[in-house]
């Protein structure tokens, strides 16, 4: 349960506020969420992360050096505004184009279409690249429908990287779209997650279940099942991302294992214990896996595995170093220069209201 909070409906601002205020010297905040701390010396694509609060360090903590030129920030599992969009684009935007990248739900595909619309019509090059990596949520003739959930991040990573190294709109969102195709992921909750204030978790499972599938909002799963051994769970994970390898994968991963808001890191080392031997019979090599808390929901208590199938493109592009408040790997440059936005950050206008949580785009929310 949340336990630390003042007025509930005021909780997604005020996280966002102390965040920026913890690490104003990478970021800062502007009305609808926040944006790195100084502007690039020539132009660069934008890629800008979004979607609701609770989910982090997704969106905001993967802004920096080599990953997200910022993040649109919605109310707790809430899509952002489309003027929350329309905000931080400008904020960001710096003469290369912006591309929106967000997980596949309702409101996230229309309210960054909105301002994608608007963008467009003062002539400011604009894309948007959805992620679809959740296998539970949809068929493979139907992966189009799939929601985004730890996948996310990979995609972030790409996308990211590719900008940092001067790829053009196109091209930064061809390498998206490429490592959203090339990435599957199945997650399992062990408890739902509690709103702050709320006297009840969004969701709740049987003594002694597993919800195989959930989504990151509480979505319907696969099946309810019981609560498995780390061996058992990990055979599971394995064997379900694997059922989906790409044709023309080749032998080198990426690999996720994330935690989903209370699952400890001693549990997810010993669950890589299983998983981390599957794929490597399988022929796989894992080219620097991640093992934490990467996408989370809230105080969910819940897993994902992940599996990126690289090649020449992607792999530089995932292991290229980067410097962000949550996330750091190799030596990234840090941002400075006559450009840089160094006064103290003022305060945004305040979030949209918590609403229920949003289904993906083509899935109707459940009873």
């Known amino acids: 349960m949340t336990k630390i909070f003042n007025d509930p409906s005021d909780f997604a601002e005020e996280a966002l506020a102390g965040f920026c205020d913890v690490h104003s010297d990478l970021v800062r905040q502007v009305p609808g969420g926040a944006v790195r701390r100084f502007r690039p010396a020539k132009p660069k694509v934008a890629v800008l992360a979004g979607g609701g609060s609770g989910h982090y360090p997704a969106f905001a903590g993967v802004i920096g050096a080599g990953f997200a030129d910022g993040a649109v920030v919605g109310n707790i599992f809430t899509s952002p505004s489309a003027q929350q969009a329309y905000s931080v684009a400008k904020a960001a935007e710096s003469g290369a184009g912006v591309v929106f990248t967000y997980g596949n739900y309702a409101g996230d595909v229309m309210n960054f279409g909105m301002a994608s619309e608007r963008l467009a019509a003062e002539g400011i090059a604009v894309e948007n690249v959805l992620v679809t990596d959740d296998i539970a949520s949809a068929p493979p003739s139907e992966s189009a429908k799939r929601r985004g959930i ?11 990287a590719a900008a940092e ?8 969102v061809r390498l998206g779209r490429k490592a959203n195709e090339r990435t599957r992921t199945i997650g399992s909750a062990f408890a739902g997650c509690t709103f702050p204030g709320a006297d009840a978790p969004l969701f709740t499972l049987p003594a002694g279940q597993m919800g195989l599938g959930l989504g990151i909002h509480g979505e319907p799963g696969l099946h309810d099942t019981h609560l498995p051994s780390a061996k058992e769970l990990g055979r599971e994970l394995v064997a379900r991302v694997l059922s989906e390898t790409p044709p023309d994968a080749a032998s080198r991963i990426a690999v996720i294992l994330n935690g989903l808001g209370s699952t400890k890191h001693e549990e997810l080392f010993v669950l890589w214990g299983t998983v981390a031997p599957l794929l490597r019979a399988a022929g796989y090599t894992l080219v620097m896996p991640e093992v934490g808390e990467l996408v989370t929901s809230l105080d969910m208590a819940g897993v994902s595995l992940t599996v990126t199938w690289l090649d020449e493109e992607l792999e530089p592009l995932w ?5 962000t408040p949550a996330y750091r790997r ?18 945004a206008r305040p979030l949209l209201r918590s609403l229920p949580p949003h289904p993906p785009a083509g899935m109707q929310r459940p009873a």
């Open 330 to 347: 190799g030596s990234a440059a840090r941002e400075t220069g006559a450009r840089g936005v160094r006064k103290r950050p003022t305060a």
């Open 165 to 172: 190294n001067g790829a053009d709109l196109a091209e930064v």
């Open 150 to 160: 730890a996948g996310d991040f990979t995609v972030f990573k790409v996308m990211g």
């Open 319 to 323: 292991v290229a170093p980067a410097e």
